[in-house]
Each structure stands twice: as C-alpha cells, then as structure tokens.
C-alpha cells in the first residue's frame, strides 16, 4: 500500500517582476482507500500541487515523499520512473498522445510497463461509456470525452495513485455518476485518490475535502 507524503509544499512563479506564489506552505498525506476532493477557485494553485505530487513540477520549497522514497528536488529521470511506478496522473493540459487513438492511449503506459494483459483499457472505456470512440483520435473528441479518455489512461495499468484534474468536467450527471463509480472502485479496492473537481456530486462521495485558497488550506 502505497502512501504520498507531501510537507509544506511552496511554488513561486517569475514573470518578468511578478511574483505569484501558487503554493505557500501546503501538506498533505493520501491514505490508501481514501477519496480525498480538493476543491478551490481558478487560481487557488490546484494544478500546481496536483503537478507537483506527480513530480511533474518541483516544489521550491517543502518535500514530496512517495512509498516512502523522496520524489521532489529529484532529477527529471528518477521523478518519472517513480511517476509510472505509482501514480495515474490526469492533467488538464492533457495525458494523452495526439497520434494514437483513446484504446492506445489507453494501453500505452501498460505496454510500457511490460504489462501483458491490456484488457483493464478497454474495460474501463466501456465503464465511462466512452468504448463506442476507441479508435478515435484525442483532436476528434469533445471536451467531456477528452477527460473521460485521459482518466482511463491514467487508471488502466493499475496505479496506487490517481491525481486527476477535473475529470467530470463537461459531462452530464448520468455519465458523471459514472465517472465517479471508475473513481469509487479505485478507492474500494485500496488506490488513494485525489480529485480536483468544482463538481459538488463528486465532492459528496469524498472521504475527505480539501479546499485551496491562494496557495492555502481554508477551512473546508
Ligand atoms: P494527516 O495525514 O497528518 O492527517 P492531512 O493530509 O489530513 O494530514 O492534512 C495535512 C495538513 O493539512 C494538516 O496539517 C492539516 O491540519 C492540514 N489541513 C487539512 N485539511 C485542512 C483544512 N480543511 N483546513 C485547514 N487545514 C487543513
Ligand atoms: P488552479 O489549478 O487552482 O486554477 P493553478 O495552480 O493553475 O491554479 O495556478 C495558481 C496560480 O499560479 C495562479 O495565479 C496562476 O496564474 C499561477 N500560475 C500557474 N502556472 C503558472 C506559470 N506557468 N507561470 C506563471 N504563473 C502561473
């Protein structure tokens, strides 16, 4: 079982003589079994920590630990090994590959891990209602199939992990509810999640909310 150990995490961005200090001092620990939702405005430095967990970005300042090895302050090589050993991580700048189809997209990070069986791609397609556009390409999408198909590439080979950016963004409440049962079994069979969401039916199923305000935690 596989925890992520984040303590007071700072990240400050330079534009020019500006400064904008997306993260001031944030911790964080995701338990196994545990849907943790973070909530917070545009800007409030979700997609900064969420990149920074995933070792996409370094913090400067604070440390990230995961299955008890360190991950920030790592060089480029040895943050993405220990990416694809743990986590599925879902950005809304986006995880999937423009030249291969949503089933691709979806065996890929398994297919790289050596996975034989790839079956799990094709069965979570179908559980987020998205198999009909398995060969489709990410550009012929919609926005709502866009997140849809970047979560199950993130879920398909198996990770402890999931850090996932708004993926019921531009659904409707059927497939919302959908999209969150893919999330709950992933939880249910012991993955630690946490979803950035402005979505309240996803936050009710939440174990636990957390709510960023300016680089903070607010009282949720
Ligand atoms: P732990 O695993 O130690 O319980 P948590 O991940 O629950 O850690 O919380 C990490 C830190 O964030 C703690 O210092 C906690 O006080 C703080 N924190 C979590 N949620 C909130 C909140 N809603 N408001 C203020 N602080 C919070
Ligand atoms: P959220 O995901 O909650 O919308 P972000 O983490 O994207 O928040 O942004 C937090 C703050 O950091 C915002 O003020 C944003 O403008 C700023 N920011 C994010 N990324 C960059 C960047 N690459 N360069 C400069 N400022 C950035």
Redesign the pocket.
Known sequence: MTRLEAADLYRF?H?GDDE?R?LRGVSLNLRPGELTVLL?R???????LLACLAGLDDPDGGQVNVGGERLSRQPEVRRARLRARHFGVMLQSGNLIPHLNVLDNARLTGALLGQRDTGRALELLDEVDLAHRKHAYPAQLSGGETARAALVAALAHGPALLLADEPTAEVDAVTEDRVAGVIDAFVRQGGSALI?THSPRLAARADRVLR?GDGRWQDA
Not at 42 to 48: A, D, F, I, P
Request: charged share 5%.
């Open positions: 961005y534009v904008t997306a917070g545009s800007g409030s430095g979700k997609s900064t950035a960023l």
